[in-house]
């Protein structure tokens, strides 16, 4: 503060001080050229009034020796016939100088010259005398700049004087300008004394205190919230930064045998080195989404690690660790049951679908046969492809080994279940169109075929009249290959977007029943992605048709 005081008053008495000087010098320089003038010009007026009346033999050396103007006399044809200063037969012809030139002409000249060499002015006035003659006086002073040179030395000294005297004076002032500053209570910044122009300053700090205050409190407030939540989680909870533990519940602890105070501020493998939990902290840290199962115990948990963002920038993870033990056990439950349930009910089915057609073969009543007969072999129909449906999820869900994997053309799969749905579409009212580019993955191809099948003949039954369908197949810009069915169909809300691949889900119940779907299309599609690697991604709304982008 002292510093920018300083050179900032040093600065401005400078100005002052030269421009001053420069004004001064300037104004007094100007008036004294004024008189100098009017001195030259009397002075040759003097001159030509006792030449003309006395003649030319009073004008000798004493006569010039008594001004400090330098006298000329020059002839009619530019000689020069007297110089008070100079020898006048050594001196050149005068008859072209300006002076001499406007004084024949007018009777009367008055110039100036300036010398840059000598930085000198030179005031010359030229008179004509009676005879024709022309008396010329002369007066050479300092220029200006001349006058201002000579004197800089007392403007150095000046300014040198007031800043000695300036800097004293900043250095006293900024101490007493500093002082109450230094001595303030910030605690209680109202209750300090000092000058009026801090008042507003020490308002502000006595505001910008309360809202600290109140924001700390809500920050304490919200920690209690956090850890009465995540304290008494069932599920544990991890919260790290990109290198050490910040946050680990009671759950965490009692799951990975460890102490907050072992974990905290310490790297994730003090709550422990399983590769399956580093590996999930890692992929979230770059930014993915993670999900791996660990066995723990005798018991199974899930680890769902999600990345932190902060200004678009990961910042840390979130690690959330799931018991599924029981639920992995009811799943195992159902996969049996389903395998159990498709082989006990095919033989009952074949049976149903045998008698449909003796019925239809004309021998029951005939007035009874077609509507009997037709139902019948409706459901039966229908019936065994459920059972088809639940071998297939039972396979997929087995991570069945024995489905062969080899190159497979998708556009080539594409085609053929365009030519095998071509008749539905036609029924339906639908128009389907395939496109696109020759894309060969290492697939299952009878998985790949139900896939894409199960899409398209969604596609096809929750369309609208007149609607279309369209298979599209390419690669995205990282190489991976693309298969989307886009409909025009209902639409599915978003709601249940991220439930119709659940087995049996069915968005319009009384639609599916008509259309005779087994609720089971759809997570065939789900587990045969899971055994491909697969990405499902889903865009629809009600109205506006679904698309359906399988990522392999």
Same mark, same amino acid.
């Given at each position: 503060m002292r510093k920018k005081v300083f050179h900032h008053a040093g600065a401005l008495v400078i100005v002052a001080i030269v421009l001053t000087f420069l004004t001064m010098s300037w104004a007094m320089y100007d008036n004294t050229a004024d008189q100098l003038r009017a001195s030259v010009k009397?002075?040759?007026?003097?001159?030509?009034?006792?030449?003309?009346?006395?003649?030319?033999?009073?004008?000798?050396?004493?006569?010039?020796?008594?001004?400090?103007?330098?006298?000329?006399?020059?002839?009619?044809?530019?000689?020069?016939?007297?110089?008070?200063?100079?020898?006048?037969?050594?001196?050149?012809?005068?008859?072209e100088r300006p002076e001499v030139v406007e004084a024949e002409k007018n009777g009367e000249s008055n110039i100036s010259r300036y010398s840059e060499t000598l930085s000198s002015k030179t005031y010359y006035t030229a008179l004509r005398l009676e005879n024709g003659k022309i008396i010329r006086v002369s007066l050479t002073?300092?220029?200006?700049?001349g006058v201002m040179l000579r004197n800089v030395w007392l403007i150095i000294v000046l300014i040198a004087a007031v800043l000695v005297v300036e800097l004293m004076l900043v250095s006293h002032m900024t101490k007493k300008l500093v002082q109450p500053i230094n001595e303030i209570d910030l605690g209680h910044p109202l209750e300090n004394k000092t000058y009026e122009e801090l008042?507003?300053?020490?308002?502000?700090?006595?505001?910008?205190?309360?809202?600290?205050?109140?924001?700390?409190?809500?920050?304490?407030?919200?920690?209690?919230?956090?850890?009465?939540?995540?304290?008494?989680?069932?599920?544990?909870?991890?919260?790290?930064?990109?290198?050490?533990?910040?946050?680990?519940?009671?759950?965490?602890?009692?799951?990975?045998?460890?102490?907050?105070?072992?974990?905290?501020?310490?790297n994730i493998v003090t709550v422990s080195r399983n590769e399956k939990l580093k590996e999930a902290l890692d992929e979230a840290l770059q930014g993915n989404s993670k999900e791996r199962m660990l066995e723990m115990n005798g018991r199974v948990y899930q680890i769902l690690a999600n990345p932190v963002r902060v200004d678009d920038e990961v910042s840390g993870a979130v690690i959330l660790v799931l018991d599924v033990t029981e639920k992995q056990k009811a799943e195992v439950m159902r996969r049996e049951f389903s395998a159990n349930v498709s082989h006990e009910l095919k033989t009952p089915l074949m049976s149903i679908s045998g008698y449909a057609e003796i019925i239809e073969n004309h021998m029951v009543k005939p007035e009874d046969i077609p509507k009997f007969?037709?139902?019948?072999?409706?459901?039966?129909? =229908?019936?065994?492809?459920?059972?088809?449906?639940?071998?297939?999820?039972?396979?997929?869900?087995?991570?069945?080994?024995?489905?062969?994997?080899?190159?497979?053309?998708?556009?080539?799969?594409? =085609?053929?279940v365009e030519g095998h749905l071509s008749m539905r579409a036609?029924?339906?009212?639908?128009?389907?169109?395939?496109?696109?580019?020759?894309?060969?993955?290492? !697939?299952? =191809?009878?998985?790949?075929?139900?896939?894409?099948y199960n899409l398209c003949d969604n596609a096809i039954k929750y369309n609208k009249g007149e609607g279309e369908v369209e298979i599209v197949v390419s690669?995205?810009?990282? !190489?991976?290959?693309?298969?989307?069915?886009?409909?025009?169909?209902?639409?599915?809300?978003?709601?249940?977007?991220?439930?119709?691949?659940? =087995?049996f889900y069915r968005v319009d119940k009384s639609h599916s029943r008509e259309t005779g779907g087994t609720g089971l299309g759809l997570s065939i599609v789900k587990h045969g992605a899971i055994l491909h690697d697969a990405k499902i991604k889903i865009e629809s709304a009600l109205g506006a048709g679904t698309k359906i982008i399988l990522e392999f």
């Open positions: 009397n002075e040759c007026e003097y001159y030509r009034y006792f030449l003309d009346k006395m003649g030319e033999t009073y004008l000798d050396r004493a006569a010039g020796r008594i001004t400090t103007s330098r006298v000329t006399l020059i002839d009619t044809d530019g000689t020069v016939l007297f110089d008070s200063m100079e020898d006048a037969s050594k001196m050149g012809n005068h008859a002073t300092d220029s200006v700049f008042s507003p300053l020490l308002g502000r700090i006595h505001q910008q205190q309360k809202q600290i205050q109140q924001q700390m409190e809500e920050l304490r407030h919200n920690q209690e919230e956090y850890l009465a939540i995540t304290e008494y989680m069932k599920d544990g909870l991890i919260v790290t930064n990109q290198s050490v533990v910040l946050s680990i519940n009671r759950s965490a602890q009692e799951l990975f045998d460890v102490t907050a105070e072992e974990c905290i501020n310490h007969a037709g139902r019948i072999h409706s459901e039966a129909s =229908r019936l065994s492809s459920l059972v088809e449906d639940i071998i297939k999820l039972s396979r997929l869900d087995e991570s069945d080994q024995s489905i062969p994997m080899e190159e497979v053309d998708l556009m080539q799969i594409c =085609r053929d036609k029924e339906q009212k639908v128009k389907m169109k395939v496109c696109g580019e020759s894309c060969r993955i290492k !697939g299952a =191809r009878q998985v790949l075929y139900e896939m894409i690669r995205s810009r990282n !190489g991976r290959a693309i298969v989307s069915v886009a409909d025009t169909g209902i639409g599915i809300a978003k709601e249940d977007q991220e439930r119709i691949f659940e =087995r």
